[in-house]
């Protein structure tokens, strides 16, 4: 049976209902409850989390996951073997290399959004743009499953590191991403003001919250403008509650990565990415469900080969290597999910300028962690790139993937503001070779 998941609350009818048959129902919710009581550390040290890595501007995975040495659409980069048997990656990845065994390729990735901002939102929501509805993006999606089970989180459940990432769409804004850049730092988010200063004056924006709510929706009328003000209201309350509560959490503290040893922040290092990526580790240890660092720069229409050799390859390297390093050597990577993706490939064919143009006919992603199985590559394209030879996979299909990785159930209904069933991942299919 579905699982309804509803944002915007029941009713108190409704709720009611459920109310009167709960005597009938008391031992066992006591026999329940001391079974969640028991587990709880255990449920706290193993608690589910997922890391993307965004690639921003459309990554050549053809120079970097699936090469194609000797045809003419190869390119000046020869493959390397890795710890992953039979899987072979760029000569310019040599560190994540040696991390193959704890990663997938899925090199049968084929969509149909070549268009940076059209393919940056299918990619993070499983669906293409519509105009009379907003998607929620994987961030969103993830945090709004996992983030009920942290009740002890303070800290936004859905971070975004040196970018916006894409929104929360009808799951509403509890469930946007909480950007920060690669240091850190939340603009306005430190006023200088003491404590109790503080807690005066959030609790006297409280009290004008409390009164416009009641002005708009405490009449007995149930107009739909009213309801919508009321429930925009309620909304930014919450935020507001939120934020308050964020100020002066020292789940903070995994903000900042100044405790780290000098070894480590060298082994990720000293560049925005590799600080993001050290800091999705600590996020990742404080209970955050979804991480999202963002590493552009890669619409690579010129020039494309000086560029990843010179400057995008070593900084993904070096970085994306020692996240999956210091996730394993913690035992982390068993309940983390990394994605690595972009909006798109970049063409087979080499233009005139030594560069590669949008491509999303046959392209790459990488996945590891959570239940993922290792070691692998999945899927095939032809000799010279342009084509996938074996099923083909989509956006929707990926995001599925990662939900099943998380366990989170793929029978999951939300019901936009509209009213409208919305199936998780656009009903997309779990890539079965993912998993042992």
Known sequence: MNRIVTPEGMTRRHFMSHLAGASALALPAISFTNTLMASATDMKKRHKSAIMLWMGGGPATIDIW??????????????????????????????????????????????????????????????????????????????????????????????????GSEGPGFLGM???????????????????????????????????????????????????????????????????????????????????????????????????????????????????????????????????????????????????????????ERGLLNDTVIIWMGEFGRTPRINGNAGRDHWARSWSTVVGGGSFKRGIAVGKTNSDGTMVETEPYTSQDLMASVLKSLGISLETVFTSKNGRPMKIANSGKVIKDLFA
């Not at 405490?218 to 107009?223: I, V």
């Not at 404080?286 to 890669?298: K, M, Q, R, S, T």
Request: hydrophobic share 40%.
């Open 66 to 163: 699936d090469l194609k040495p000797g045809a003419p659409t190869g390119g000046e980069f020869k493959p390397i073997a890795t710890t992953a048997d039979g899987v072979e990656i760029s000569e310019h990845m040599p560190l994540m290399a040696k991390q193959m065994k704890h990663m997938a390729i899925v090199r049968s990735m084929s969509t149909k959004e070549a268009d940076h901002a059209r393919g940056r939102y299918y990619m993070h929501t499983g669906y293409v743009p519509n105009p009379n509805i907003e998607y929620p993006s994987y961030g969103s999606v993830v945090a709004h499953e996992l983030a009920p089970l942290m009740p002890d989180l303070e800290i936004p459940p859905f971070v975004s590191v040196g970018g």
């Open 174 to 328: 509890t469930w946007a991403p909480f950007v920060v850049n690669s240091n850190g730092d939340v603009r306005d988010l430190n006023m200088g003001l003491q404590g109790n200063r503080m807690a005066e004056r959030m609790q006297m924006l409280a009290g004008i919250e409390k009164q416009f709510i009641g002005e708009i929706g405490g009449d007995g009328r149930s107009s739909k403008s009213s309801g919508v003000a009321t429930t925009a209201a309620g909304e930014h309350a919450k935020i507001l509650d939120k934020t308050l509560q964020i100020m002066t959490s020292k789940q903070m503290d995994a903000f900042k990565s100044g405790s780290e040893t000098a070894a480590t922040k060298e082994a990720y290092g000293n560049t925005g990415f590799g600080r993001g990526c050290l800091m999705a580790r600590r996020l990742v240890e404080a209970g955050v469900p979804f991480i999202e660092v963002d590493l552009g720069g890669w619409d690579t229409h010129a020039n494309n080969f000086t560029s990843l050799k010179n400057t995008k390859l070593p900084e993904l390297d070096k970085a994306m290597s020692a996240l999956v390093a210091d996730l394993e």
